[in-house]
């Protein structure tokens, strides 16, 4: 029965819309049927429904490796490899009802052929029902004119969430990687986070998936880690679906998925009418999975680019030799909608075996097997190459019509039949029982191959039995997934949490860390296995504690903080030690920002804003205290009852920090007269024969606020500052911290004061008739030497004349200013009002 005559519907639409539930019922009201679906898993829990509807005796199941098939079967679920289109005609068996799961699957490179031959060829005598997505619409019309298309909407609404980290993802959930490695990672971060996490891949056998499975399903654990298996078809409570990458490894490359494929992943999330979400993973760094806004509305919507071809393979071979079978499977179809299928594994094999002359030759029966051996699966994923070195082998004992070796066979069997070692040598072992497990199942391969069968099947289920208790003990944590379902059903109330005098943190009896200031550090000798759910705990309660220390550092008094302040480092607000904000540029040189450190987002949000307010205050009332002068030197320069020479005086100051050479300021200087000399005395400005300067700010506090202001304005680290009261600093003094108050002479630093002092002296006694102008005494306790003196004395403008000094006026040469300038909106509107 190839081709029945009954009718044919196409069931189309999204996941989540019931087309493998109404093709099960559809099935069970006909007299029989069979159903092929992508994957063993998905065959396997349709069995188990059909079986609790109908009966054991009623059912078959037919995969790869695994042959249930009573006498009395009229229900067959296979998958599609397994059906047994080509031969029904020949064994007799016909069927009134015939189903085709994920028939987009055609376009698969490696399995498409295989979906596409029993698209147009598999055929229910009474009905046949074609499973897939709306893209196969256009190919449906063309390929199969006579078939309904019958279109089915989602049950319940699929959305994007966005990011979430694996911290934060939600219950039931399910994240969905594309390596096996990368499963066994997130599953194991899972377990430290959240208690652990059922993993189910395509490569597991039924018995362990479904354990696993059963674990997620009766709320054991809430997480789910699994590749894209879960994809086609395995229905679980499953509300969100996380991308751990958008990229996989299709067998010949690294490729972004589809949109069809993302689509057909984030659709397990969501059941009938209960509402699904999708996003990514934030597992940081610059390779982060991301949706393109294209996909995440296609995939919202289910509006996905039509389908133009499917992978076609001839199913009409010629076995009258080795080397025509090879060019009837490369036969192509002719029809521009059915694409040649790229080179399969089994036609990979055959090809490398058939490189030997003898094996090319072959014909008949001996082709006929031949072929049939290169269909055993490469379930180990060895390649091509490796896997036709066991093909060989197989063939050998069966190319003439004779059997396998039995003690070949047991030999190979015991190998794998070890249940000792981690998860990868049980799985991988597993894979290597499924070979034997497909050849047991072949009649005409084994003499006795039912108890082949029976010996594989063992086997398996003890490796699968191994396997589940190794992925539970690795990746869950019973009493861990316990406590956060306790927390998430009572509040952070259920676990004690408490703060030490010393900040020792503690959940119950557990030291989990220690709280210092506002930052939180864990404790290294907490339990692994328990550290991340008392951490949560802990930080649930600990919002509570930092909102209280927080509030009494608002209500507190200004002996709290400190300016933190050291050398190379940025400048910052202290509390015990403790760095709460970092000041950042502002309005002006003595308005800086305040910037909340990290550790302080942990507090409520109004809290937060009523400790930066009063960081913002206690800094206002540190420079007014400290630089005050500087601050009535910034508001004069904008005060219109000053001149324009004194306000343009006093914005260039004030925005170099109270401090520039006399020549810096030549030009408003010039224009002062008596009365714009007397306000800048007001202002306590002292215009000497070097620099004008504000005496107050060399003062040792007054120098540090001054320094960390204009280091925070200029972003730069905090410079070295000299001594309290250092008079003279070598010349190997940081120049920045030395430049905010001092005056290069010579070889060493001198104080501008004292510079300022000797400069006063020496025009003192110029203006008195002459003598010495040098001050020996203060020059010698300074401990300045005659170069230091010289050059003193010429920017003074002195020039030695023998033993003597004679005045020649200060050098023209313009010297650059002390201090780095920036002139602000203040000196800029002063300076024009100053030319004009």
Request: a positive charge.
């Amino acid at each position: 029965m190839a081709n029945g005559d009954g009718a044919v519907r196409a069931i189309l639409g999204p996941t989540n819309t019931g087309k493998t539930h109404l093709a099960i019922e559809r099935m069970c009201a006909h007299s029989s049927g069979v159903m092929g679906f992508p994957l063993r898993l998905l065959a396997r829990e349709v069995y188990d429904r059909v079986v609790r509807m109908k009966g054991e005796a009623s059912v078959a199941l037919i995969t790869g490796e695994e042959r249930i098939t009573p006498p009395t079967a009229r229900y067959w679920l296979c998958t599609v490899e397994s059906m047994p289109v080509p031969n029904w005609q020949d064994e007799g068996q016909d069927f009134a009802f015939c189903a085709i799961d994920e028939a987009q699957l055609g376009t698969d490179p490696e399995r498409g052929h295989v979906f596409t031959d029993r698209l147009l060829r598999a055929r229910g005598r009474e009905e046949t029902l074609i499973l897939g997505a709306d893209t196969l619409r256009p190919l449906i019309r063309t390929l199969i004119p006579e078939a309904e298309i019958v279109t089915r909407p989602r049950f319940s609404t699929l959305r994007y969430a966005g990011s979430v980290k694996l911290s934060r993802l939600p219950p039931r959930s399910a994240v969905v990687a594309f390596s096996a490695e990368q499963v066994y990672a997130l599953a194991e971060m899972l377990r430290r986070f959240k208690g652990g996490a059922a993993v189910v891949m395509g490569a597991l056998s039924p018995a362990t998936r479904n354990a696993q499975v059963a674990m997620f399903q009766r709320g054991e654990v809430d997480y789910l880690v699994a590749t894209d298996a879960i994809g086609m078809g395995l229905n679980m409570d499953v509300s969100h679906v996380a991308f751990a990458g958008l990229e996989k490894f299709d067998g010949r490359r690294d490729r972004r998925l589809t949109i069809p494929e993302m689509a057909q992943i984030a659709g397990r999330a969501g059941r009938h009418q209960r509402d699904g979400s999708f996003g990514t993973l934030g597992l940081g760094g610059d390779n982060a999975a991301a949706f393109s806004d294209e996909e995440v509305l296609a995939i919202e919507e289910h509006r996905f680019r039509p389908l133009d071809h499917l992978y076609w393979r001839n199913s009409d071979l010629d076995f009258s030799d080795v080397r025509a079978l090879i060019a009837s499977l490369e036969e192509k179809s002719g029809d521009p909608l059915l694409r040649a299928a790229p080179l399969s594994i089994d036609l990979a094999v055959l090809k490398a075996i058939a490189e030997d002359p003898a094996v090319a030759a072959m014909r008949g029966k001996q082709a006929r097997r031949l072929w049939a051996a290169c269909g055993l699966p490469d379930f180990r994923k060895v390649g091509p190459m490796h896997h036709a070195r066991m093909v060989r082998r197989v063939f050998s004992y069966i190319g003439e019509g004779g059997h396998i070796a039995a003690d070949w066979f047991a030999a190979e069997v015991a190998r794998l039949d070890n249940v000792q070692g981690d998860i990868e040598a049980l799985a991988d072992r597993l894979a290597g029982v499924r070979s034997w497990a497909y050849i047991a199942h072949r009649s005409d391969w084994l003499k006795e191959p039912a108890r082949w069968a029976e010996r594989t099947r063992a086997v398996e289920g003890r490796l699968s039995d191994a396997l589940h208790s190794a992925l539970t003990q690795r990746f869950v944590d019973r009493r861990t997934a316990v406590l956060v379902r306790d927390i998430g059903a009572r509040g952070a109330d259920a676990l004690p949490v408490t703060v030490a005098a010393d900040g020792e943190v503690s959940v119950g009896p557990e030291p989990i860390g220690h709280l210092a200031g506002f930052d939180f550090t864990v404790d290294p000798t907490a339990r692994l296995a328990d550290k991340r759910l008392l951490l949560a705990a802990a930080e649930r309660r600990l919002g509570e504690e930092l909102d209280r220390r927080a509030k009494e550092l608002a209500d507190g008094d200004d002996t709290l903080f400190t300016l933190a302040a050291e050398p190379g480092q940025p400048v910052a607000i202290g509390w015990n030690g403790h760095i709460l904000a970092r000041l950042a540029p502002g309005r002006s040189l003595t308005e800086p920002a305040v910037r909340t450190a990290r550790a302080l987002d942990r507090l409520s949000a109004p809290v937060r804003a009523a400790l930066r307010a009063r960081l913002e205050r206690w800094v206002e009332a540190q420079v007014a205290r400290h630089l005050g002068e500087l601050v009535r030197l910034g508001r004069a320069s904008s005060d219109p009852q000053h001149r324009p020479a004194v306000r343009a005086l006093t914005a260039m100051l004030a925005d170099a920090g109270g401090l520039l050479p006399r020549k810096a300021l030549a030009a408003p200087i010039g224009q002062l007269d008596k009365d714009d000399r007397a306000a800048l005395y007001r202002l306590h400005v002292r215009l000497g024969a070097l620099d004008a300067f504000l005496p107050t700010l060399l003062k040792p506090e007054a120098q540090r606020w001054r320094a960390a202001l204009m280091t925070v304005r200029g972003n730069q680290p905090m410079p070295s500052l000299p001594p309290p009261g250092a008079a003279t600093l070598p010349a190997s003094a940081d120049r920045h911290g030395a430049a905010l108050a001092y005056r290069r002479v010579g070889e060493i630093w001198l104080r501008i004061d004292l510079a300022d002092r000797l400069a006063a002296y020496a025009h003192r006694i110029r203006a008195a008739g002459g003598g010495e102008v040098v001050d020996r005494q203060l020059a010698t306790s300074l401990g300045l030497d005659e170069p230091a003196i010289a050059r003193l004395m010429a920017d003074v403008g002195f020039q030695p004349k023998g033993e003597a000094w004679s005045w020649r006026g200060q050098r023209r040469r313009q010297e650059r200013p002390v201090a780095a300038h920036k002139p602000g909106n203040a000196f800029a509107a002063a300076l024009a009002d100053l030319k004009r």
